[in-house]
């Protein structure tokens, strides 16, 4: 159940979840610059607490103090020395998200997801094994990156900025399967919070007319396609998309991409022993990272519950990359972080979830306000 499309039948949900009816949730009572004042507070100078928003009525931030944010926080996690964050999002309606904030020196970059749960079920992902519950709002994918700035700024991770510097759309779902509330969001985190479009990464596992429609708007974001494997046999096998967009398309679709945003793309590979790590493999993807001059992702592959698949050995991802280099492609071995919460890659899913509605859990672990 989406919105409805607005007009007089669209009921206001009890939580914010589009900066337009900020306005409408601060009530008819109040002069119409409330809802810039709020606004502020939760995008450009953003407070964790309502009773932080000093410029507003202590009665309004009452009021407001339940409803501010579109979720409950149900977890947060801290790892890897404090500089990686996990935090669990329960909506009202029961379904459940995660974001995790890694902090890089000079870069926060926050991983956010695009839907509660995954339809795309590729074998070694996490996300994909447990099924999938709905696609997010864009205020609530907005939401994740408010929220993480206001937490940041009173909790910032061990040496990086005190807020969120890089988005990348690689946290539960797939951002192409929902694209609309997608597009909304990038403009939102552009329009209202400020960040530039070319520090946000769009990942996917190769819906083919998102990328174009990708390519076709306005803002200069960049591409990350998860490729895994270079031949349609092994690929069908562990991206079951491609079986409708095979390799041939999603390249196309990738080139025409490139042609149109002049940025260069990323390509994912996840490094699955014995699987997709081999000599051959390797050549194939060089192919195909050469033609779309596009730089590659290696990241040895992190356990998820479903399946019994392993990692590569460091040796082997050392071979495989080199093999990428000797053929001239720029090639990256991507660290791993927040594998003890399982925040890592892959790993993000929905404990106790089994994401087939079952109704909500309402475990207020954390409550925000107050
Ligand atoms: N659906 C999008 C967005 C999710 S991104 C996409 O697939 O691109 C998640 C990234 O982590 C992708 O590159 C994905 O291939 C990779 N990944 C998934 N499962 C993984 C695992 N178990 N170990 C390591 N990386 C994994």
């Not at 050392?318 to 093999?323: G, K, L, N, Q, S």
């Amino acid at each position: 159940m989406g919105p409805s499309p607005g007009g007089t039948e669209q009921v206001l949900s009890p939580y914010l979840v589009h900066p337009d009816e900020l306005t409408q949730l601060v009530g008819a009572g109040e002069p119409a610059f409330r809802g810039r004042q709020l606004r502020e507070w939760l995008y450009s100078n953003p407070v964790l607490h309502t009773r932080d928003m000093t410029n507003l009525p202590i009665g309004l931030r009452r009021a407001l103090a339940d409803r501010l944010w579109p979720f409950e926080v149900e977890q947060h996690q801290v790892a890897d020395r404090r500089a990686t964050y996990k935090w669990l999002f329960r909506m009202p309606d029961g379904a459940a998200i995660e974001a995790v904030a890694m902090g890089y020196g000079r870069r926060t970059t926050l991983c956010v997801s695009s839907q509660a749960g995954c339809a795309l079920a590729c074998t070694f992902c996490a996300t994909g094994q447990f099924g999938f519950e709905r696609h997010l709002q864009a205020g609530e994918i907005l939401a994740q990156l408010a929220y993480a700035n206001a937490f940041l700024r009173s909790r910032p991770l061990r040496s990086a900025p005190p807020k969120v510097t890089n988005v990348v759309f690689m946290g539960m779902g797939e951002p192409l399967a929902n694209y609309p509330r997608l597009r909304e969001a990038i403009r939102l985190m552009v329009e209202e919070v400020g960040m530039s479009a070319r520090s946000l990464t769009v990942s996917t596992v190769g819906v083919v007319p998102g990328i174009r429609r990708l390519a076709d708007d306005p803002w200069p974001v960049k591409l990350a396609v998860s490729l895994h494997a270079s031949d349609d046999d092994l690929r069908s096998r562990l991206v079951p998309l491609n079986r409708r967009y095979p390799l041939a398309e999603v390249e196309k679709a990738a080139a025409y991409f490139f042609r149109k945003k002049r940025r260069r793309i990323s390509l994912e590979w996840t490094m699955i022993r014995d699987v997709n790590d081999d000599l051959s493999q390797a050549e194939g993807l060089a192919a195909i990272a050469r033609r779309l001059r596009a730089h590659v992702n290696l990241i040895a592959l992190n356990p998820t519950p479903l399946s019994a698949d392993r990692p590569s050995t460091s040796e082997v991802i050392r071979r495989f990359a080199a093999t990428l280099r000797s053929r001239g492609v720029n090639v990256t071995v991507r660290d791993t972080r927040g594998t003890q919460i399982d925040a890592a890659c892959g790993q993000l899913r929905v404990e106790g979830s089994s994401g087939k509605g079952e109704g909500p859990a309402r475990r207020r672990v954390l409550k925000l306000t107050r």
